[in-house]
């Protein structure tokens, strides 16, 4: 299959997993400059290049092919060692210049609606618009260290046929945190049938991030802050969830990214401005 070249805005980048193959790897998922969605796999992120490593609204130009193993329309192999980043988006003026971006992304007002457009036109990846953040589950893993196979992935050589420099094979990382607690949105949205209730885990490796900031910060007091900021802040905001299903089990989804700008204010939305 043929590959191209795109520039492509990322959106979304997972918390690192054991890979047999890459050592870690994290999904990765943006929009190309044409308004197209895209998954980028496999990024094993911690082990690329520093002038290669990129974050989230951050174009990215580089190289990519339809994925063979994976029939989602969206799911793209990455040429890793092509990898150029370029400019961030900011979030000022309210998000103003992010948001022609997330507006060209298949957007739904519910789950349902969601798990609907995957039955019937593959959509894999999307913008869920919860109606009400209900409150954050945090529940602890039932085994906080890796296991002896997952712990085999993470510490095998790191020689990755081009995909990195001598120096990069070379370079020592640090061993991958395993995430010692899961984090769970539960959300209301309205259906024909009412308002529903759902439940869904986040994978967003800045939420990741903000529990380990949290936890350094705060030390066994940590729940107090991160809670503060994924319950009261983003719920104060115009929060969406950047949803994408799992290969293996489609019907499953997860939270891979979470959006936040400033709700608008009631001036602008009589007008039909979200800023």
């Known amino acids: 299959m043929a590959s191209k070249v795109e520039r492509i ?7 690192p997993s054991p ?33 290669q490593q990129f974050q989230k609204w951050q174009w990215v130009t580089l190289r990519i092919e339809k994925s063979p193993a994976d029939h989602r329309p969206e799911s793209h192999k990455v040429f890793v060692d092509t990898i150029q980043t370029g400019d961030t988006i900011p979030p000022e003026k309210g998000w103003t210049l992010r948001r022609q971006w997330w507006e060209k992304m298949p957007t739904f007002a519910s789950f349902d609606a969601l798990e609907q457009a995957r039955q019937g036109q593959q959509v894999s990846l999307a913008l869920l618009r919860p109606k009400r953040l209900e409150r954050l589950e945090i529940t602890a893993v039932g085994n906080p260290e890796w296991t002896d196979e997952e712990l085999t992935k993470l510490s095998q050589e790191q020689s990755q046929g081009n995909l990195f420099s001598e120096d990069e094979q070379r370079k020592q990382l640090k061993l991958l945190e395993k995430m010692p607690f899961d984090f769970h949105y539960h959300y209301l949205c309205d259906t024909p ?4 209730a759902y ?5 967003d490796w800045e939420v990741a991030m903000l529990f380990r900031n949290c936890r350094k910060s705060h030390g066994d007091g940590w729940e107090t802050p991160f809670r503060a900021k994924l319950e009261r802040e983003f719920a104060a905001r115009d929060l969406m969830f950047m949803m994408g ?16 700008p400033p709700k608008p204010a009631p001036d602008d939305a009589a007008q039909g401005c979200l800023f």
């Open 9 to 15: 805005l990322i959106l979304a980048k997972t918390y």
């Open 19 to 51: 890979s047999a193959k890459h050592t870690e790897t994290s999904c990765v998922a943006g929009i190309n400059e044409h308004g197209q969605m895209r998954r980028l796999y496999p990024v094993p992120f911690r082990m690329i290049a520093e002038n």
């Open 193 to 196: 049938d009412g308002e529903r």
């Open 199 to 203: 439940r869904h885990k986040i994978v």
């Open 245 to 260: 299903n799992i290969h293996r089990f489609q019907h499953q989804w997860l939270i891979i990214s979470l959006i936040y």
